[in-house]
């Protein structure tokens, strides 16, 4: 019997990239990678450790602003973390974008949709590689205090406050 050994590897391929790029918690990451990213609209930066210390949950939200659909998304979570604090959820929000281009105009969509959460640039990529998440254009990571990543989601949902709302509460019990 023969086998075709190129068809076996492109199917053996397929099945890799899909398990590999659809879905949640593929990451093999347990322990957050620390950084410090300078704000992008302000002076200053964050150093993750010590701004998870400061809730009970930090949710971390990669995105890039080539993606209209992910700026949407994106813009939707603005109203979250006051979401959060009505349900009594312990959590807070970090942006990293991730796109070394349009930070101009990144900076005014911020501006204009009157985003309050921290929101960082990652413009050399360091920390989304990192997470792992480079290749994708909307990322999201739960991490606890104490920089254990508890769920990881890479790409974009519309339901993507519905699910971090989930997570969360999962966490919480």
């Keep these: 019997m023969k ?16 398990t590999n790029v659809y879905g949640e918690n593929k990451s093999d ?17 964050i150093t993750l ?16 602003s080539k993606c209209d659909i992910c700026m949407i998304t994106f813009a939707k979570l603005k109203e979250f973390p006051i979401e959060l604090t009505k349900m009594g959820i312990p ?3 970090i942006g990293i974008n991730n796109d070394e281009e349009n930070l101009g105009r990144l900076r005014s969509f911020v501006k204009q949709e009157k985003i309050t959460f921290p929101v960082l640039s990652d413009k050399l990529n360091t920390v989304s590689s ?3 998440c480079a290749d994708y254009s909307f990322s999201s990571f739960i ?9 990881v989601h890479y790409d974009k949902r519309d339901d993507m406050q519905d699910y971090l709302i989930q997570k969360l509460m999962k966490f919480e019990e």
Excluded at 49 to 56: G, L, N, T, V, Y
Excluded at 143 to 151: A, F, R, S, T
Aim: glycine residues 4%.
């Design 49 to 64: 450790s010590e701004e998870i210390a400061k809730e009970k949950f930090t949710i971390l939200i990669f995105f890039n």
């Design 91 to 93: 959590a807070q929000i």
């Design 3 to 18: 086998v075709n050994l190129r068809g076996l590897l492109f199917l053996f391929f397929i099945f890799i990239f899909l």
């Design 130 to 132: 990192a997470y792992k």
């Design 143 to 151: 991490l606890n205090k104490d920089g254990k990543i508890l769920d």
């Design 29 to 45: 990451l347990s322990t957050a990678y620390d950084f410090t990213l300078p704000y992008l609209n302000q002076n200053g930066s």
